[in-house]
């Protein structure tokens, strides 16, 4: 069973950058579509990013489109999330997920498509 640690989080103005990593124990991240979510103070966990088994498809949702970018390393079993212009409303605490799949190109959206969850890592982006 592949469990997942995030890594990456911290606290950065208006306009900066973090790179959160999401990490496996246990097992690589073959076989595993991957996404990130995040979930703000009293609001419900929302889509980020997602990306395929072979790393060759990723899906974002819009407001950060052009600015975060998914990427994976299967051989070093790390899944990346580069965040760029980040802005205050980015403040949350981030979450990869993961599944297992047998089509490699596919990708998921939603909470209930990922059986694996990381315990999540803070980010907060000051004004």
């Known amino acids: 069973q592949v469990q997942l640690v995030e890594s990456g989080g911290g606290l950065v103005q208006a306009g900066g950058s973090l790179r959160l990593s999401c990490a496996t124990s246990?097992?690589?991240?073959?076989?595993?579509?991957v996404g990130w979510f995040r979930q703000a103070p009293g609001k419900e966990r929302e889509f980020v990013a997602a990306i395929s088994w072979s790393g060759g498809d990723t899906y974002y949702t819009d407001f950060v489109k052009g600015r975060f970018t998914i990427s994976r390393d299967n051989a070093g079993s790390t899944v990346s999330l580069q965040m760029n212009s980040l802005k205050p409303e980015d403040t949350a605490v981030y979450f990869c997920a993961a599944r297992p799949i047998v089509n490699r190109s596919r990708y998921y959206t939603g909470v209930n498509d990922y059986s694996i969850w990381g315990q999540g890592t803070q980010v907060t982006v000051s004004s």
């Open positions: 246990g097992r690589t991240f073959s076989f595993y579509a």
